[in-house]
């Protein structure tokens, strides 16, 4: 067990890591942060950064050495550097999960090889042929690229002969995975924790809604059956065991027409749609994942409210005149209102797309607190 007053390492220096330091912080911990980019949520609110690239071999081991364990809130962390200091420090979670998690490929063959329900697809080599790889899955279908896609970049839906020669030239000499289009009736999440010692615990579920490939909101309780919350929790959980999971693991899935629970991504860190914990469940998601990393006994995971939903703040609630930002959102709605509560990032610059912070809103069901949500973001921009 790793004690407070310890030291935990984080590679990555963006909101995640930021709002892993205040929790690591609360219990005691010092948080020193590892990031190649000087303009740091993260830094800013650690007892230490350091700014140089991942794949610089002597400050990430000069950095780990300095750490009691060390996590990462960004997956697109170069593996390699990570495998050469496994005996220099103690990372959570191993390299091999963040290898699977961070490449579409490997990710989809695991879930294969390990009888985990998933969408059909086809992988497509660097120079294969990508045109009898659409065909096989048949249309509607989406290709993305194997390597770095996240929020939908770096894929395209194919729904005809004529998108099949966009996708060809627009993925020409990349490694992409075909996957089947699937309908579904919502997507969830499920973020699950596991210890070091062993204890396993999910959060109840979360029904996300994505407005142009990125999450708009979270809603919790998820309006689903008690058997499907229940499949949906006992399926994360059984993937980050079978991971030998130390850490978080978020987990989207969709829900299908039929009621099929199928994976779409994993992610081995915290998660966007787990920041409605901070404000609507006993123990947040970054508290957890500091037990989680530390060894400590896993915290209680239950809703304090009975609903909460969590609203994205992207830089696209800025104003605007074209690409020239004139001012800041109109906080005092938010600010305002008893049973909501504002968390930005402290980044610098706003820009359309880039998620600048959140709120979330609690009440006594999720119909009055999504209509709350939603007034309060069109207020925003008021
Ligand atoms: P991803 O980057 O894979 O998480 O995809 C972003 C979003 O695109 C998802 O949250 C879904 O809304 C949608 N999407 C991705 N893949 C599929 C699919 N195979 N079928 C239907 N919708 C999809």
């Known amino acids: 067990m790793i004690l407070p007053g310890k030291t935990l390492g984080v590679l990555g220096g ?14 005691g911990y010092r948080v020193h942060i590892y990031e190649p980019s000087s303009d740091s949520p993260a830094a800013e609110v650690s007892a230490h950064a350091v700014h140089a690239p991942y794949a610089d071999l002597v400050s990430l081991e000069d950095f780990v050495r300095g750490c009691d364990v060390v996590t990462y809130e960004f997956e697109n962390i170069p593996v390699e550097p990570l495998r050469q200091l496994e005996s220099a420090a ?10 699977i998690a961070q490449n579409r490929l490997r990710e989809k063959t695991w879930l294969r090889e390990n009888a985990i329900p998933h969408v059909r697809f086809a992988a497509c080599d660097a120079g294969g042929d990508l045109a009898a790889d659409i ?18 970049k770096g894929q395209l839906k194919v729904v ?3 998108a099949l020669e966009q996708a060809v030239a627009a993925f020409q000499g990349q490694r992409a995975v075909v996957e ?11 973020i699950v924790a596991r210890s070091s010692a062993g204890e396993t615990r999910s959060f109840p579920v979360a029904e996300n809604i994505h407005t142009r490939h990125i999450l708009d909101f979270s809603i919790l309780p998820a309006r689903i059956s008690p058997e499907v919350e229940s499949r ?7 993937i980050a065991a079978r991971l030998g999971l ?13 009621d099929e629970l ?10 966007n749609s787990g920041h409605w914990s901070l404000d609507g469940c006993v123990t947040s998601q970054f508290e957890q994942h500091v037990r989680a990393v530390a060894g400590l006994p896993l915290g209680a995971v239950g809703l304090t409210s009975p609903a909460v939903v969590m609203v994205n703040i992207l830089g696209d609630s800025w104003k605007w005149s074209g690409d020239r930002c004139l001012g800041e959102p109109n906080w005092s709605a938010i600010l305002g209102t008893p049973c909501a509560h504002l968390h930005l990032y402290g980044k610098k610059e706003p820009r359309l797309g880039r998620k600048m912070g959140h709120f979330t809103v609690t009440a006594g069901d999720v119909g009055t607190a999504l209509d709350l949500a939603r007034r309060l973001k069109s207020a925003l921009q008021a």
Request: charge should be negative; include cysteine; aromatic fraction near 10%.
């Open 14 to 27: 963006g909101q995640l890591g930021r709002m892993f330091a205040h929790a690591a912080e609360c219990l």
């Open 90 to 99: 103690v990372f959570h979670p191993g390299w091999r999960i963040l290898e």
């Open 135 to 152: 065909r096989r899955i048949g249309f509607p279908c989406v290709v993305k690229t194997a390597d770095f896609g996240y929020d939908g």
């Open 160 to 162: 005809d002969e004529a």
């Open 180 to 190: 089947q289009w699937v309908g579904f009736k919502c997507e969830l999440s499920v």
């Open 232 to 238: 949906a929790r006992a399926l994360a959980e059984a």
């Open 246 to 258: 130390v850490g978080l693991l978020a987990v989207e899935l969709f829900l299908t027409d039929s």
């Open 262 to 271: 199928l994976v779409n991504e994993m992610a081995p860190r915290p998660h």
